[in-house]
C-alpha cells in the first residue's frame, strides 16, 4: 500500500472570531508562547513522518509564506550577535519539511480547499490537518490514524466525544465499533441540532483520506452561501469505500475559541522549563488578588 507522505493544511479562513487583529495578521500566525499556531501543524505532521506539506492560502496570508521561508538577514545578525540558539530554532523552521503553497481564490468552504489540492496530491493518500486544531500529544493521534489506514486502505477520520451542547459545531458520525478506539462510519451529520444528532462523536480536524475524495468533492453540491462542506462529501465517499473513525480524548486545543487559545498559551507555557516558574507565581498572584483561593 501507498504511504502517506502528503500533508493538506486549509490556511484561507478570513478568522472572523480573532478580529480586529485578524485584519492584518493570519490567525494562522497567531502565536502559542512563541511559535505561530500553524507550525505546531507541521511539526505534528513532520512527527508522523509526513514530509510534504501544501498550505492552501488566500489573500493577506503572505505572513504564513514568509516564515517558513529563511530570512538571511535575521540569521545573520543573530549570528553576529552570538544568540546560537535563538538562530538554530529560526533556521529549523524553514527546515521542518517541503513545505509549499498555493491559492484558493474564492472562499467556497472547507471543500472546496481541499479541492484545490488535487494537482499537487495526485492519486495518493493524503492527511488534511486543520489549523483550529492544535494538538499537543507528539502526534499520536495523527500516527494513529495513519495505521488504520495503513491496515485498511480507507480513509480515517478523528473523532471525539462532545456533549450535546457542543455537538451543533461539529459533523457528528454514525458507526458501529471495529475495536476499541476505532469505528466504522456508516454515516456524518454536519452541524446538527442537539436534539436531532445522531451521537456525540464530533469529527474533529484531522483526516486521512484516499484520493477518492476528490471524486466525492466534485458531486458534492454547493450548500449554504454556494460553499462546498467537506462533511458532505464525505457522506458520499462512506457509501462507495470504507471510512473509519478513530477516537481520542486528549492533547487537543480548539485556538478558535479565545478561551481555548488563552488556555493553550498557559499549558503550554507551563510545559517550558524556562517559563513555569513564572507563570506558575503570575498565576499565584493573579488568584490572590481576585480572591479565588
Known amino acids: 500500500m501507498q504511504p502517506v507522505r502528503k500533508a493538506v493544511l486549509p490556511a484561507a479562513g478570513l478568522g472572523t472570531r480573532f478580529l480586529p487583529v485578524t485584519k492584518s495578521i493570519p490567525k494562522e500566525m497567531l502565536p502559542l508562547v512563541d511559535k505561530p499556531a500553524i507550525q505546531y501543524v507541521v511539526e505534528e505532521a513532520v512527527q508522523a ?137 456508516r454515516g456524518v451529520v454536519e452541524k446538527p441540532k442537539p436534539e436531532e444528532a445522531p451521537s456525540n462523536l464530533a469529527v474533529i480536524g484531522r483526516y486521512v483520506f484516499t484520493p477518492g475524495i476528490f471524486d466525492a468533492l466534485r458531486e458534492t453540491e454547493p450548500g449554504v452561501g454556494g460553499e462546498i462542506q467537506l462533511t458532505d462529501a464525505i457522506g458520499i465517499l462512506l457509501e462507495r469505500e470504507p471510512v473509519f473513525g478513530v477516537v481520542f480524548s486528549e492533547g487537543r486545543y480548539d485556538a478558535g475559541k479565545k478561551v481555548d487559545f488563552l488556555r493553550a498559551n498557559i499549558e503550554l507555557g507551563l510545559a517550558r522549563d524556562d517559563l513555569r516558574d513564572e507563570i506558575e507565581q503570575m498565576l499565584r498572584t493573579l488568584v490572590r488578588a481576585r480572591g479565588l483561593t
Do not use: C, W
Open 49 to 185: 513522518g509526513i514530509s510534504d506539506v501544501l498550505v492552501i492560502t488566500g489573500r493577506g496570508k503572505g505572513a504564513i509564506e514568509d516564515h517558513f521561508d529563511r530570512n538571511v538577514e535575521l540569521e545573520q545578525v543573530l549570528e553576529r550577535s552570538g544568540k546560537t540558539a535563538i538562530l538554530e530554532e529560526v533556521q529549523a523552521t524553514d527546515r521542518l519539511a517541503h513545505v509549499h503553497f498555493i491559492r484558493q481564490h474564492e472562499a467556497l468552504g472547507l471543500g472546496h480547499a481541499v479541492a484545490v489540492a488535487e494537482p499537487h496530491v495526485g492519486g495518493e493518500p493524503f492527511v488534511v490537518m486543520l489549523g483550529d486544531d492544535i494538538m499537543v500529544d507528539d502526534a499520536t493521534l495523527l500516527t494513529r490514524m495513519l495505521d488504520v489506514h495503513a491496515e485498511t486502505g480507507g480513509s480515517v477520520l478523528a473523532l471525539m466525544e462532545v456533549t450535546p451542547e457542543e455537538i451543533s459545531a461539529y459533523g457528528a458520525l454514525t458507526g458501529e465499533p471495529v475495536r476499541e478506539g476505532v469505528m466504522r462510519a
